[in-house]
């Protein structure tokens, strides 16, 4: 019974456009009841998909059967999702497909071929609409001039594949940006979009990546064994892109557990780094929450059971904006599920790690920090701005601000976004 409900066009039908090559979620190649086509004039069948609609020829006792499901076909094509969906066994072309990450992957195919691929462009092509939903912060910035990309990746050290995206601007830049996100983010998230073009404004070449177990990128999600993992990471995507413009500057800026990794990073690479900014950056732990004998446990269970859950990240500590939390809590790219033991042991020893070298990191650095911040604890910048010897070093606070700063309203986050583009844009050579 579920080969009748199986769609397969020929490509004579597909070269003449009967079908849209659009692939939104819970698609099912097998499945008819799961599978809609839609064109911009109506809804369009092959033969057979006719023949199952009622209006060809039918044979057998499958006709009543074959009948209503081609009705509920019709039936949902026009009534549900105004995305369309590609027939069994294609994919998007390059050509009509308006995602880059997937159109830069994924061609025509045959149908034996497409079933399996069709199945992991669902999730990427989420992306496009996921986006649509961020107004306010969509309308913060410009996209003229600006160059983006979420094409490119590359394979770390324990094979896994990073997703990158880069933002450029139109003529050669002044300087180079890399962005780090934070735990359980993802770097196509809108902010950082509105970030990166207000900096390629600034003539800077932005470049980031999902960490490894996170957003696009391959790995176990949001596990690590050591936090060094993402610092080579974020070392190793430096190297690449400084291998296209090796006489900019490189700058660094990290959102809370990004904030704690570029300052690593600046600690390892002094000579390569110019400058880091760090953004509510997790950089100590709460004393009276993590006694030593908590942080003892997490040690010893993170060797022997690392995925063991110890607790969940509230996304309403993240920002005071209900629409914005609703949005995170609805994110397929983001991490939601519970935070693992193993990762909180690699945090907790990268967090003793950089305090017992923060007195020998000369980086020049602003760290920005809400008051209100009930996630990472401010106390830790006041003590890294402190302990730091670099003379080149700022620190601002925002009164009454989450963790997020970049999803504050519109106006506190214009000003968060403007401190970091002029700082930036203070020190990059002219």
Not at 76 to 89: D, E, L
Not at 166 to 182: C, D, I, K
Not at 200 to 227: I, N, T
Not at 342 to 360: F, R
Request: aromatic content about 8%; hydrophobic content about 35%.
């Amino acid at each position: 019974m579920r080969n009748l409900a199986r769609l397969r066009p020929t490509l004579s039908e597909r070269s003449r456009g009967l079908f849209t090559r659009e692939v939104c979620d819970n698609v099912s190649a097998q499945h008819l009841d799961r599978l809609r086509l839609r064109t911009s004039s109506g809804v369009q069948l092959s033969p057979r998909a006719q023949q199952l609609s009622g209006t060809g020829p039918l044979r057998g006792r499958t006709r009543t059967f074959n009948q209503w499901r081609g009705r509920e076909l019709m039936r949902r094509a026009q009534t549900t999702s105004p995305a369309s969906f590609v027939p069994y066994g294609y994919v998007a072309k390059r050509s009509v497909c308006a995602n880059p990450w997937l159109r830069t992957r994924f061609s025509e195919r045959t149908p034996r071929q497409g079933g399996a691929a069709l199945a992991i462009a669902v999730p990427f092509l989420m992306l496009s609409r996921i986006g649509g939903r961020h107004k306010s912060w969509s309308t913060m910035s410009s996209t003229i001039g600006v160059l983006a990309d979420d094409s490119g990746s590359f394979r770390n050290r324990d094979g896994h594949k990073i997703a990158c995206v880069t933002w450029s601007p139109e003529v050669e830049p002044r300087a180079l940006v890399f962005v780090a996100h934070g735990y359980a983010e993802h770097c196509h998230s809108p902010c950082y979009d509105v970030l990166a073009r207000k900096l390629v404004g600034q003539g800077c070449y932005v470049f980031s990546h999902d960490h490894v177990g996170h957003g696009k990128s391959e790995g176990p999600r949001a596990l690590v064994k050591s936090a060094d993992t993402y610092v080579d990471d974020i070392l190793t995507h430096v190297d690449l892109v400084k291998q296209k413009y090796p006489s900019r500057p490189v700058f660094l800026f990290g959102h809370s557990m990004g904030g704690l990794l570029v300052a690593l990073a600046a600690e390892r690479r002094p000579q390569d780094i110019a400058g880091i900014v760090m953004m509510a950056p997790m950089l100590a732990v709460d004393k009276e929450q993590a006694t030593w004998l908590k942080m003892t446990m997490a040690r010893i269970l993170g060797r022997i059971v690392p995925t063991l859950p110890i607790g969940n990240l509230d996304l309403s500590l993240v920002s005071k904006d209900p629409e914005t939390v609703d949005q995170m809590t609805k994110d397929p790219l983001r991490y939601h599920g519970h935070v693992r033991v193993g990762w909180a042991a690699a945090m907790l020893n990268a967090l003793e790690d950089l305090q017992a070298k923060v007195e020998s990191i000369d980086t020049p650095f602003l760290i920005q920090h809400g008051s209100a911040d009930k996630l990472c604890d401010i106390g830790g910048s006041e003590d890294f701005y402190k302990k730091a010897p670099t003379k080149d070093k700022s620190f601002k606070v925002y009164k009454d601000c989450y963790h997020s700063l970049l999803t504050e309203p519109d106006e506190m986050a214009q000003q968060v976004l403007q401190d970091i583009a002029n700082w930036y844009t203070a020190r990059i050579p002219s």
